[in-house]
Protein backbone atom coordinates (compact mmCIF):
# COMPACT_ATOMS: atom_id res chain seq x y z
CA UNK A 1 0.00 0.00 0.00
CA UNK A 2 0.94 3.38 -0.96
CA UNK A 3 1.69 5.57 1.83
CA UNK A 4 -0.74 9.14 1.90
CA UNK A 5 0.57 11.99 1.52
CA UNK A 6 2.01 14.61 3.74
CA UNK A 7 -1.27 17.11 3.20
CA UNK A 8 -4.45 15.44 1.78
CA UNK A 9 -6.20 18.04 0.34
CA UNK A 10 -9.26 17.89 2.81
CA UNK A 11 -12.40 17.20 0.66
CA UNK A 12 -15.14 19.65 0.35
CA UNK A 13 -17.88 20.24 2.62
CA UNK A 14 -21.38 19.90 1.09
CA UNK A 15 -24.24 22.21 1.89
CA UNK A 16 -27.40 22.13 1.85
CA UNK A 17 -29.82 25.02 1.15
CA UNK A 18 -33.01 24.16 2.46
CA UNK A 19 -35.31 27.60 2.24
CA UNK A 20 -37.20 28.06 -0.81
CA UNK A 21 -36.96 31.60 -0.54
CA UNK A 22 -32.99 31.56 -0.75
CA UNK A 23 -31.63 34.58 -3.31
CA UNK A 24 -35.18 35.22 -4.38
CA UNK A 25 -34.23 38.27 -4.65
CA UNK A 26 -30.35 38.76 -5.52
CA UNK A 27 -27.70 36.32 -6.49
CA UNK A 28 -25.38 38.08 -3.93
CA UNK A 29 -25.86 34.92 -1.35
CA UNK A 30 -25.28 32.69 -3.90
CA UNK A 31 -22.06 34.15 -5.22
CA UNK A 32 -20.82 33.74 -1.43
CA UNK A 33 -21.68 30.72 -1.74
CA UNK A 34 -19.85 30.44 -5.03
CA UNK A 35 -16.83 32.14 -3.54
CA UNK A 36 -16.39 30.04 -0.12
CA UNK A 37 -15.67 27.35 -2.36
CA UNK A 38 -18.03 25.19 -0.20
CA UNK A 39 -20.03 22.63 -2.33
CA UNK A 40 -23.49 23.30 -1.86
CA UNK A 41 -26.82 21.98 -3.18
CA UNK A 42 -30.21 24.53 -3.03
CA UNK A 43 -33.98 23.27 -2.64
CA UNK A 44 -35.19 23.11 -6.27
CA UNK A 45 -38.75 21.88 -4.92
CA UNK A 46 -40.42 26.31 -4.95
CA UNK A 47 -41.90 25.30 -1.33
CA UNK A 48 -40.85 24.43 2.56
CA UNK A 49 -39.33 20.67 2.84
CA UNK A 50 -40.80 17.50 4.81
CA UNK A 51 -38.42 16.15 7.23
CA UNK A 52 -37.94 13.43 4.38
CA UNK A 53 -37.34 15.86 1.48
CA UNK A 54 -34.43 17.57 4.42
CA UNK A 55 -33.18 13.69 4.56
CA UNK A 56 -33.20 12.91 1.26
CA UNK A 57 -31.67 15.81 -0.14
CA UNK A 58 -28.82 16.76 3.06
CA UNK A 59 -28.31 13.02 4.20
CA UNK A 60 -24.81 13.10 2.91
CA UNK A 61 -24.30 17.52 4.43
CA UNK A 62 -22.14 18.72 7.14
CA UNK A 63 -24.28 21.71 6.98
CA UNK A 64 -27.77 23.41 6.31
CA UNK A 65 -29.03 26.84 5.51
CA UNK A 66 -32.38 26.26 6.84
CA UNK A 67 -35.73 28.20 7.04
CA UNK A 68 -38.36 26.97 9.81
CA UNK A 69 -38.75 23.88 7.78
CA UNK A 70 -38.18 21.10 10.74
CA UNK A 71 -35.45 19.29 12.18
CA UNK A 72 -36.50 16.89 14.88
CA UNK A 73 -34.72 13.87 16.33
CA UNK A 74 -35.86 12.45 13.08
CA UNK A 75 -34.36 14.23 10.94
CA UNK A 76 -30.94 14.42 13.04
CA UNK A 77 -30.84 10.81 13.41
CA UNK A 78 -30.75 10.65 9.51
CA UNK A 79 -28.33 12.97 8.71
CA UNK A 80 -24.89 11.95 10.57
CA UNK A 81 -22.51 13.80 8.62
CA UNK A 82 -24.48 17.13 10.34
CA UNK A 83 -22.20 19.63 12.09
CA UNK A 84 -23.99 23.09 11.68
CA UNK A 85 -27.55 24.41 10.86
CA UNK A 86 -27.30 27.93 10.17
CA UNK A 87 -30.81 29.81 10.50
CA UNK A 88 -31.83 32.42 8.19
CA UNK A 89 -34.01 34.41 10.75
CA UNK A 90 -34.67 34.63 14.21
CA UNK A 91 -36.79 31.79 15.54
CA UNK A 92 -35.80 28.40 16.44
CA UNK A 93 -38.60 26.59 17.27
CA UNK A 94 -38.66 24.17 14.68
CA UNK A 95 -35.30 22.95 15.50
CA UNK A 96 -35.04 20.16 18.36
CA UNK A 97 -31.83 22.26 20.09
CA UNK A 98 -31.45 19.70 22.87
CA UNK A 99 -30.82 16.73 19.92
CA UNK A 100 -28.59 18.77 18.22
CA UNK A 101 -26.46 19.78 21.05
CA UNK A 102 -26.68 15.86 21.96
CA UNK A 103 -25.60 15.23 18.12
CA UNK A 104 -22.69 17.79 18.23
CA UNK A 105 -24.44 19.92 15.46
CA UNK A 106 -23.70 24.09 16.25
CA UNK A 107 -27.30 25.79 15.63
CA UNK A 108 -26.67 29.74 14.49
CA UNK A 109 -29.19 32.32 13.30
CA UNK A 110 -29.33 35.87 12.08
CA UNK A 111 -31.35 38.11 14.41
CA UNK A 112 -30.14 41.29 12.94
CA UNK A 113 -30.36 41.12 9.40
CA UNK A 114 -34.62 40.39 10.23
CA UNK A 115 -34.95 43.32 12.38
CA UNK A 116 -35.35 46.30 10.22
CA UNK A 117 -37.59 44.66 7.63
CA UNK A 118 -39.68 43.47 10.54
CA UNK A 119 -40.13 47.06 12.02
CA UNK A 120 -40.66 48.76 8.77
CA UNK A 121 -43.57 45.91 8.67
CA UNK A 122 -44.98 46.71 11.62
CA UNK A 123 -45.43 50.12 10.95
CA UNK A 124 -46.54 49.90 7.78
CA UNK A 125 -49.47 47.48 9.06
CA UNK A 126 -49.68 50.36 12.23
CA UNK A 127 -50.67 52.91 9.70
CA UNK A 128 -52.61 51.52 7.64
CA UNK A 129 -55.12 50.51 10.42
CA UNK A 130 -54.93 54.07 11.55
CA UNK A 131 -55.27 55.63 7.90
CA UNK A 132 -58.16 52.78 6.60
CA UNK A 133 -55.77 52.40 3.60
CA UNK A 134 -56.73 48.44 3.07
CA UNK A 135 -60.57 49.81 3.68
CA UNK A 136 -60.69 52.10 1.47
CA UNK A 137 -58.52 50.43 -1.12
CA UNK A 138 -60.95 47.37 -1.19
CA UNK A 139 -63.99 49.96 -1.62
CA UNK A 140 -62.21 51.54 -4.79
CA UNK A 141 -61.71 47.98 -6.17
CA UNK A 142 -65.64 47.63 -6.23
CA UNK A 143 -66.21 51.28 -7.38
CA UNK A 144 -67.45 52.61 -4.71
CA UNK A 145 -66.84 56.19 -2.86
CA UNK A 146 -67.09 56.23 0.70
CA UNK A 147 -64.74 58.50 3.34
CA UNK A 148 -64.35 56.98 6.45
CA UNK A 149 -62.10 59.40 8.82
CA UNK A 150 -58.91 57.46 10.02
CA UNK A 151 -57.26 58.44 12.97
CA UNK A 152 -53.75 60.01 13.90
CA UNK A 153 -50.72 58.22 15.29
CA UNK A 154 -49.38 61.30 17.22
CA UNK A 155 -51.05 60.89 21.07
CA UNK A 156 -52.17 57.46 20.88
CA UNK A 157 -50.88 54.76 23.32
CA UNK A 158 -48.98 51.80 22.02
CA UNK A 159 -48.36 48.27 23.67
CA UNK A 160 -45.32 46.86 23.01
CA UNK A 161 -45.40 43.13 23.66
CA UNK A 162 -42.26 41.76 24.04
CA UNK A 163 -38.96 44.29 23.98
CA UNK A 164 -36.42 42.22 22.75
CA UNK A 165 -34.53 43.63 19.62
CA UNK A 166 -37.85 44.15 17.33
CA UNK A 167 -39.82 45.27 20.17
CA UNK A 168 -37.81 47.85 21.42
CA UNK A 169 -36.78 48.88 17.99
CA UNK A 170 -40.35 49.65 17.15
CA UNK A 171 -41.06 50.96 20.70
CA UNK A 172 -37.99 53.21 19.78
CA UNK A 173 -40.40 54.44 15.85
CA UNK A 174 -43.47 54.69 17.94
CA UNK A 175 -41.97 57.63 20.31
CA UNK A 176 -40.39 59.63 17.22
CA UNK A 177 -43.81 59.62 15.71
CA UNK A 178 -45.43 61.09 18.67
CA UNK A 179 -46.96 58.36 20.32
CA UNK A 180 -47.40 57.25 24.15
CA UNK A 181 -45.58 53.64 24.55
CA UNK A 182 -46.26 51.01 27.13
CA UNK A 183 -44.09 47.88 27.76
CA UNK A 184 -44.35 44.14 28.81
CA UNK A 185 -41.45 41.91 28.72
CA UNK A 186 -40.43 38.55 30.63
CA UNK A 187 -37.40 39.95 31.35
CA UNK A 188 -37.72 43.96 30.89
CA UNK A 189 -34.56 45.80 29.94
CA UNK A 190 -35.47 48.61 32.92
CA UNK A 191 -32.32 51.36 32.04
CA UNK A 192 -33.34 51.35 28.21
CA UNK A 193 -37.15 52.26 29.07
CA UNK A 194 -36.41 54.55 31.90
CA UNK A 195 -34.37 56.61 29.61
CA UNK A 196 -37.02 56.82 26.96
CA UNK A 197 -39.75 57.26 29.07
CA UNK A 198 -41.14 54.02 28.29
CA UNK A 199 -43.18 52.65 30.97
CA UNK A 200 -43.12 48.44 31.81
CA UNK A 201 -46.14 47.24 33.15
CA UNK A 202 -47.94 44.29 33.23
CA UNK A 203 -49.47 42.44 30.81
CA UNK A 204 -53.46 43.07 31.74
CA UNK A 205 -52.40 46.71 32.05
CA UNK A 206 -50.57 46.51 28.83
CA UNK A 207 -54.51 45.02 27.30
CA UNK A 208 -55.74 48.34 28.92
CA UNK A 209 -54.11 51.18 28.29
CA UNK A 210 -53.18 50.36 24.35
CA UNK A 211 -54.95 52.07 21.71
CA UNK A 212 -52.72 49.81 19.48
CA UNK A 213 -51.28 46.48 20.55
CA UNK A 214 -48.03 45.14 19.12
CA UNK A 215 -46.51 41.71 19.48
CA UNK A 216 -43.15 40.37 19.53
CA UNK A 217 -42.96 37.60 22.02
CA UNK A 218 -42.53 34.09 21.30
CA UNK A 219 -44.44 31.61 23.14
CA UNK A 220 -42.87 30.63 26.65
CA UNK A 221 -43.29 27.58 28.38
CA UNK A 222 -44.87 29.02 31.20
CA UNK A 223 -47.12 30.86 29.08
CA UNK A 224 -46.48 34.44 30.88
CA UNK A 225 -47.32 36.34 28.02
CA UNK A 226 -49.89 34.54 26.40
CA UNK A 227 -52.70 35.99 24.57
CA UNK A 228 -55.74 33.45 24.60
CA UNK A 229 -59.72 34.15 25.44
CA UNK A 230 -59.92 35.97 28.70
CA UNK A 231 -56.82 38.58 27.11
CA UNK A 232 -58.71 39.06 24.14
CA UNK A 233 -61.90 39.91 25.45
Request: with cysteine; aromatic share 6%; charged share 25%.
Amino acid sequence: MEPLPENPRPMKSKILVSLSTFAEYGDEPLKLLEKSGLTYFVNPLGRRLTKEDIIEMGRDCEGVIAGIEPYDAYVFDNMPNLRCISRCGVGMDSIDLEKAKECGVSVLNTPDVVIQPVVELTVAMIFDLMRKLSYHAGLMRTKTWQKKAGNLLTGKTVGVLGLGRIGKRVAEVMLSLGAKVYGTDAFPDLQWAAALGIKIVPLNDLLQVSDILTVHVSLLKDKSLHLGERELR
